[in-house]
């Protein structure tokens, strides 16, 4: 009997348990999967929640009812990997492998920066990267009387990197809609040189920005909170005041894989980018945001790479060469507030573009363009998540790589 | 594009980036420097082979990165570099520009 472990119960583990079931022979293969919370939470949710658009029923599910029949499910926290024994470690026993997919995700390390991690947190200084960050927010925006809003990106990359532009405009909605706009004041803080990191999307869209009267403070790479004041501090000596700070703090690989051994300076496992192999053990597969492949972290995304690295995981065991196909395809939809969105699409190589989508021509969904639609689009995702994408059910009309058909393409390169 | 550099015919971007680290050497680095109005010391140097390091190894820059490889922490890091210390100096190494532009 072969043994496949699969790492983490979230998004991309659970989609290749449901992969792999169907694909190795029972007789021969047990596929054991490990996770250390029996909540499944839906993530992008999250963005939702604070502003009681969604309620906590609709982000968390029990976990276990997304694992297929046949499928060992352990709850467990992973304490490391040992590969050279083709071994993990838990808490209390120990599992091994012939074929080891690591889905153990990232999460948000608040005490990467000074002061963030205080008396303040979830008090006046609060992340919405986790379900209890965000239902602390959610309390704190139903009794704020507002003042300074400051929204924040500690340092890249974070998972869904367009969520904390997301919520500065849901809260520009938000306080409209609560008659208080007038009180609160938005200001948008990055790291990166402007709100959209990619040359068309900010010619398309910095009209929002100036639209919802958000400020933007750009290149401000954090040093330190100071809560006592309500600043935060960058290396260059820049400040910025707030009431209330909502940040994304730096996002890191599970300390997990620093114990193993198996991360970079982030915690992220060293992967190839086409094929999904780690770069040091073969017999080691990395899906979704655990990875450090130059993809955006989402869902959408390991939900392209999930079909290939089934593909790729049935050729290593086969003895065939690998498949380089993942092109880095990812294709996600950003709240603009009032009920709209826009839906970007790309990969590697190929920046976000207008057009139509999936339908060249037809759409229904436009790029790069807010339209309801859109946001209908985006709040079906939660229902595609969970009925198709944990499934591993492939979404119909979206393929894993991505299609130039419908994109407006004048030769816009990605250049990151 | 090509630009002349340390009067050699070297492929950059449009915003002068290298695009071919093997065309990278010291005099190059040099010039760039100097255009930016930048003396390089030996420390100045010290950070470039950490940056050239991890770019061959292929290994994304971070601020995690750099207050963990104990070469030489964030704040100096401004002092050597004024402005965007990550933009100038990957500029000098003949690097890409790093996706968190510090
Ligand atoms: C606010 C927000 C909004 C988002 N919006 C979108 C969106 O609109 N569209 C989109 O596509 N994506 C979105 N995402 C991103 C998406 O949720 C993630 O990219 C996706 O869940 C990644 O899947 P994963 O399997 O890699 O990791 P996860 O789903 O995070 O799963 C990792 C699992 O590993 C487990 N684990 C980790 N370490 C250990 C350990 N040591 N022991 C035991 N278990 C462990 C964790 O408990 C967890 O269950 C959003 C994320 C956030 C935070």
Same mark, same amino acid.
């Given at each position: 009997?072969?043994?496949?472990?699969?790492?983490?119960?979230? $998004?991309?583990?659970?989609?290749?348990?449901?992969?792999?079931?169907?694909?190795?022979?029972?007789?021969?293969?047990?596929?054991?999967?490990?996770?250390?919370?029996?909540?499944? =939470?839906?993530?992008?949710?999250?963005?939702?929640?604070?502003?009681?658009?969604?309620?906590?029923?609709?982000?968390?599910?029990?976990?276990?009812?997304?694992?297929?029949?046949?499928?060992?499910?352990?709850?467990?926290? %992973?304490?490391?990997?040992?590969?050279?024994?083709?071994?993990? %470690?838990?808490?209390?026993?120990?599992?091994? =492998?012939?074929?080891?997919?690591?889905?153990?995700?990232?999460?948000?390390?608040?005490?990467?920066?000074?002061?963030?991690?205080?008396?303040?947190?979830?008090?006046? %200084?609060?992340?919405?990267?986790? =379900?209890?960050?965000?239902?602390?927010?959610?309390?704190?925006?139903?009794?704020?009387?507002?003042?300074?809003?400051?929204?924040?990106?500690?340092?890249?990359?974070?998972?869904?990197?367009?969520?904390?532009?997301?919520?500065?405009?849901?809260?520009?909605?938000?306080?409209?809609?609560?008659?208080?706009?007038?009180?609160?004041?938005?200001?948008?803080?990055?790291?990166?040189?402007?709100?959209?990191?990619?040359?068309?999307?900010?010619?398309?869209?910095?009209?929002?920005?100036?639209?919802?009267? %958000?400020?933007?403070?750009?290149?401000?790479?954090?040093?330190?909170?100071?809560?006592?004041?309500?600043?935060?501090?960058?290396?260059?000596?820049?400040?910025?005041? =707030?009431?209330?700070?909502? $940040?994304?703090?730096?996002?890191?690989?599970?300390?997990?894989?620093?114990?193993?051994?198996?991360?970079?300076?982030?915690?992220?496992?060293?992967?190839?980018?086409?094929?999904?192999?780690?770069?040091?053990?073969?017999?080691?597969?990395?899906?979704?945001?655990?990875?450090?492949?130059?993809?955006?972290?989402?869902?959408?995304?390991?939900?392209?790479?999930?079909?290939?690295?089934?593909?790729?995981?049935?050729?290593?065991?086969?003895?065939?060469?690998?498949?380089?196909?993942?092109?880095?395809?990812?294709?996600?939809?950003?709240?603009?507030?009032?009920?709209?969105?826009?839906?970007?699409?790309?990969?590697? $190589?190929?920046?976000?573009?207008?057009?139509?989508?999936?339908?060249?021509?037809?759409?229904?969904?436009?790029?790069?363009?807010?339209?309801?639609?859109?946001?209908?689009?985006?709040?079906?995702?939660?229902?595609?998540?969970?009925?198709?994408?944990?499934?591993?059910?492939?979404?119909?009309?979206?393929?894993?790589?991505?299609?130039?058909?419908?994109?407006?393409?004048?030769?816009?390169?990605?250049?990151? | 594009?090509?630009?002349?550099?340390?009067?050699?015919?070297?492929?950059?971007?449009?915003?002068?980036?290298?695009?071919?680290?093997?065309?990278?050497?010291?005099?190059?680095?040099?010039?760039?420097?100097?255009?930016?109005?930048?003396?390089?010391?030996?420390?100045?140097?010290?950070?470039?082979?950490?940056?050239?390091?991890?770019?061959?190894?292929?290994?994304?820059?971070?601020?995690?990165?750099?207050?963990?490889?104990?070469?030489?922490?964030?704040?100096?890091?401004?002092?050597?570099?004024?402005?965007?210390?990550?933009?100038?100096?990957?500029?000098?190494?003949?690097?890409?520009?790093?996706?968190?532009?510090?």
């Amino acid at each position: 009997m072969k043994n496949l472990v699969i790492l983490g119960a979230g $998004t991309g583990g659970t989609m290749m348990a449901n992969h792999m079931i169907k694909r190795l022979p029972k007789k021969d293969w047990k596929i054991t999967i490990v996770d250390q919370y029996k909540t499944h =939470y839906y993530q992008p949710g999250f963005l939702f929640l604070p502003f009681d658009m969604y309620k906590s029923k609709d982000v968390k599910k029990k976990g276990g009812k997304f694992i297929p029949k046949g499928v060992n499910y352990i709850l467990q926290k %992973i304490d490391k990997i040992v590969p050279e024994k083709n071994e993990v %470690i838990l808490e209390n026993e120990t599992l091994n =492998y012939d074929i080891l997919i690591i889905a153990t995700g990232t999460k948000i390390a608040p005490e990467e920066t000074e002061g963030m991690l205080g008396d303040e947190w979830h008090k006046s %200084i609060f992340d919405f990267y986790t =379900y209890e960050g965000s239902k602390a927010l959610r309390n704190k925006l139903r009794e704020w009387e507002g003042g300074k809003l400051v929204v924040h990106i500690t340092e890249m990359p974070i998972k869904c990197p367009v969520a904390p532009l997301e919520f500065a405009f849901l809260a520009d909605s938000f306080f409209k809609h609560k008659e208080m706009r007038d009180k609160v004041d938005i200001t948008y803080v990055t790291p990166l040189d402007g709100a959209f990191t990619k040359p068309k999307a900010t010619e398309t869209l910095h009209y929002l920005l100036e639209e919802k009267q %958000i400020k933007e403070v750009t290149n401000f790479n954090i040093e330190k909170v100071d809560s006592e004041n309500g600043k935060i501090i960058d290396y260059a000596g820049v400040e910025v005041e =707030y009431d209330l700070l909502v $940040t994304t703090p730096t996002n890191l690989g599970d300390e997990m894989i620093e114990r193993s051994g198996l991360g970079d300076d982030m915690n992220f496992v060293p992967t190839n980018k086409g094929s999904l192999q780690s770069k040091q053990h073969e017999n080691i597969f990395v899906i979704g945001d655990a990875s450090n492949i130059p993809a955006s972290k989402a869902g959408s995304v390991a939900h392209f790479e999930g079909e290939i690295l089934e593909d790729n995981i049935m050729r290593f065991i086969e003895g065939k060469p690998l498949k380089e196909e993942f092109d880095g395809h990812s294709n996600c939809f950003i709240e603009t507030g009032n009920g709209k969105a826009l839906l970007i699409d790309f990969n590697y $190589t190929q920046e976000p573009v207008t057009g139509q989508f999936p339908f060249p021509g037809v759409g229904p969904l436009s790029l790069l363009k807010e339209t309801r639609m859109n946001h209908m689009g985006k709040l079906a995702f939660r229902w595609i998540y969970w009925n198709m994408l944990l499934k591993g059910t492939a979404i119909p009309f979206v393929s894993n790589a991505m299609s130039k058909k419908g994109k407006n393409i004048e030769n816009v390169e990605n250049k990151d | 594009m090509e630009e002349v550099i340390a009067n050699k015919s070297i492929k950059v971007n449009e915003e002068g980036y290298l695009t071919d680290f093997a065309q990278w050497d010291k005099s190059i680095g040099l010039e760039i420097a100097t255009k930016k109005g930048i003396e390089m010391t030996d420390r100045h140097w010290e950070v470039v082979d950490y940056l050239q390091d991890k770019h061959k190894k292929e290994e994304a820059l971070s601020i995690r990165g750099i207050k963990k490889s104990g070469i030489f922490n964030v704040k100096e890091f401004y002092g050597l570099f004024p402005g965007g210390p990550l933009k100038v100096s990957t500029m000098i190494a003949g690097i890409p520009k790093p996706k968190s532009c510090i």
